[in-house]
């Protein structure tokens, strides 16, 4: 027999009061601060017979957060990227990031080096369904706060609160996570750009709203519906089985009209030479029995040259006067076959004209016998897309979870929340993303988005990019990702992508980029004082004669000065020695970076030849006061295009 336990306190008759409102009033039942509250205002109104002066009616959706989450946005970090090659695969050559650390800081950073350049955001935040952990952005934090905590990885694991349905800012908590985010992923959209958000049925309302807000309702494109899981008896009322994909446009403007209905397995061949080498295309009969000759297929009945000098001309009972290549005649019953394309179509086409030994074939020869050539036609997928008017339905029925797990599960990766890799491609197919467009993922998971690049790349031979953003968010201890010894997310992602590319590359051999830079958010290079000038004592001086701080490596001060500069962080990156220096050379002449001491007028001669457009060095790095000045002099004169700074 179980007996009831005193719980030993006195009730908490606030709330208690605010749930019998609630029931009178569910209207009146809000999110305040400090949690779930009452509309006072509103209230009041229900309560009045005539309209309650109060404060002014606005259409907007408002939380208690939502200025912060404004200013959020819009503060500067103090943060920077550091390269991790180690984990990186082919890092000096490869195009696609994988970037660890809290989105928000992380797209903050990107701002200038990806402004207007992706083509595509694919995100899958968390749902809010109740049991999903919420990053709770800080927006007054300040350097100082920063000194006093234990590490960034800590952070991240403390910043992650759990945000139950219960909870009094449920959604004011979620909202303020989100709104900020998508802020800045607007400006890093290309003109054309979309972004398309996966969202369940606790949020997609507000997150219609705040989307409205932040990309304008004018750009709204639609909202596709998703079947995520095969018909279940879950729940109590409706069996719970599709999620919503929000997306937007850029610029209504400029947006792509969306392409669908194409089948791709069916171009499985790849143009071996000519001008549209490595293009795919499939083959289409050039006969067809089903062409009803009397309908005005004058034309269409000719021969055509073998590769052995014999010729091929659909079955009939006339046939041209001449044997040779186009002699042509007109059928004079249903019973003389004709080709799909006109003579003169034939003529103009030649080229993706294919004529192939086949086992068997209903085409007779100019002797009228059985051969075994049959004419195809080229039909490439690129011209399909292109001319492509149908649309896709707002129904996505064939990207379902179970795929994610099936496809997790031949990679041996452990990861329970993902979506498929085939979902990301036909969305990048849907809004015809480009073979070397960029597409960002900045709730990453388990990485399908790279996946579902490196796939659609392997397809066309395209070079199009990838930006994964993750947290190092810790795996739970009793979980089978850190049975499997994957400590955190991150992990799970890049071993994801190693395992993804290598299965490609044995399964279609295409020669493509299949590596990934990662770089790892952390406080920035210099000392906290560079920022804070005003806040450091004269005794201190000597702790920061040098500016940078004493564990970053070159490699670090080259990503901070690549971001800082505006320039992409895929860009090729190049050791050299010039003059006894490590010189970084960043796409061919776009950046020459040397981070070492002693640098005077020689190494500025030298460094000239080359016409950088860009130059930078460390502010102590020179080998005294005068030859700073020199060396800015003489790359004037020697080189007068190249712009000169220091950190
Ligand atoms: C639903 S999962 C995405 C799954 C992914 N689409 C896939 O197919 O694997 C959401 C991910 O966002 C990550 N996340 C949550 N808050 C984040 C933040 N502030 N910065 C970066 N990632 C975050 C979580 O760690 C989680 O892995």
Redesign the pocket.
């Known amino acids: 027999m179980s007996v009831e336990k005193l719980d030993m306190q006195s009730p908490d008759l606030v709330n208690q009061n605010i749930e019998m409102l609630a029931e009178l009033f569910p209207n009146c039942v809000t999110e305040s601060e400090n949690g779930k509250a009452i509309d006072f205002d509103l209230l009041r109104q229900e309560l009045n017979g005539a309209v309650v002066e109060g404060t002014k009616e606005r259409y907007r959706l408002e939380w208690p957060g939502k200025k912060e989450a404004i200013v959020t946005a819009n503060l500067p970090t103090t943060k920077t990227l550091r390269p991790v090659r180690d984990d990186s695969v082919d890092f000096d050559n490869t195009e696609n990031l994988y970037i660890e650390g809290?989105?928000?800081e992380v797209l903050k950073l990107l701002q200038e080096s990806y402004l207007g350049k992706v083509k595509m955001i694919y995100i899958?935040?968390?749902y809010n369904t109740g049991k999903d952990f919420v990053?709770k952005d800080n927006f007054s934090k300040n350097t100082q706060d920063e000194l006093f905590e234990s590490g960034q990885k800590d952070e991240y694991n403390q910043r992650l609160v759990v945000n139950p349905e219960t909870a009094g800012r449920y959604h004011s908590d979620w909202l303020s996570m989100m709104y900020p985010r998508l802020k800045l992923a607007r400006n890093l959209l290309k003109d054309d750009g979309v972004i398309f958000i996966s969202i369940g049925e606790q949020e997609v309302h507000n997150l219609k709203k705040i989307a409205d807000e932040v990309f304008g309702e004018v750009n709204f494109i639609g909202a596709a519906g998703r079947i995520s899981k095969k018909a279940n008896n879950q729940g109590d009322y409706w069996a719970p089985n599709f999620d919503n994909v929000l997306t937007y446009s850029k610029s209504r403007e400029f947006a792509v009209p969306f392409f669908g209905g194409i089948n791709y397995d069916n171009y499985t061949e790849v143009e071996a030479e000519g001008p549209r080498k490595g293009e795919k295309y499939q083959l289409v009969r050039l006969y067809m029995t089903s062409l009803d000759p009397m309908r005005g297929c004058n034309n269409q009945r000719y021969y055509i040259e073998c590769p052995d000098g014999s010729f091929v001309i659909p079955p009939g009972e006339v046939f041209p006067n001449e044997i040779k290549d186009g002699a042509n005649v007109s059928p004079k019953s249903g019973k003389d076959k004709v080709w799909r394309w006109s003579y003169n179509s034939y003529l103009e086409k030649k080229d993706q004209i294919v004529v192939k030994q086949v086992r068997s074939s209903n085409l007779v020869n100019e002797r009228g016998e059985k051969t075994f050539w049959n004419v195809y036609t080229k039909t490439y997928l690129q011209d399909v897309i292109d001319k492509s008017t149908a649309t896709p339905n707002n129904f996505i029925e064939d990207h379902i979870n179970q795929k994610?797990s099936h496809e997790l599960k031949a990679l041996d990766i452990p990861?329970d929340?993902?979506?498929p890799s085939s979902l990301v491609e036909f969305l990048a197919q849907t809004c015809r993303v480009e073979k070397d467009d960029i597409v960002l993922d900045?709730?990453?998971?388990?990485?399908?988005s790279a996946h579902a690049v490196i796939n659609l790349n392997s397809k066309d031979l395209g070079s199009r990019r990838f930006i994964m953003?993750?947290?190092p968010?810790d795996t739970d201890k009793n979980s089978d990702e850190f049975k499997a010894g994957y400590k955190n997310?991150c992990e799970i992602g890049k071993e994801r992508i190693r395992r993804a590319a290598k299965k490609i590359k044995e399964e279609t051999g295409a020669d493509i980029d299949y590596g990934f830079r990662v770089y790892r958010l952390d406080e920035s290079n210099m000392q906290d004082v560079y920022y804070k000038p005003q806040d450091y004592l004269q005794t201190n001086l000597d702790l920061f004669a040098d500016n940078v701080r004493p564990d970053r490596t070159a490699d670090d001060l080259l990503a901070q000065v690549m971001l800082d500069w505006g320039l992409p962080l895929s860009l090729k990156i190049e050791r050299l020695e010039i003059a006894g220096k490590d010189v970084f050379r960043v796409a061919e002449n776009s950046l020459y970076a040397c981070f070492d001491k002693g640098i005077d007028e020689a190494f500025a001669k030298e460094i000239a030849e080359d016409q950088p457009l860009r130059v930078v060095f460390r502010d102590s790095g020179f080998k005294d006061d005068t030859a700073k000045v020199n060396v800015k002099q003489l790359l004037k004169q020697l080189s007068p295009e190249t712009e000169m700074k220091v950190i």
């Open positions: 809290d989105n928000l899958d935040p968390p990053y994610a990861f929340f993902a979506k900045f709730f990453s998971g388990s990485a399908s953003v993750q947290l968010e997310i």
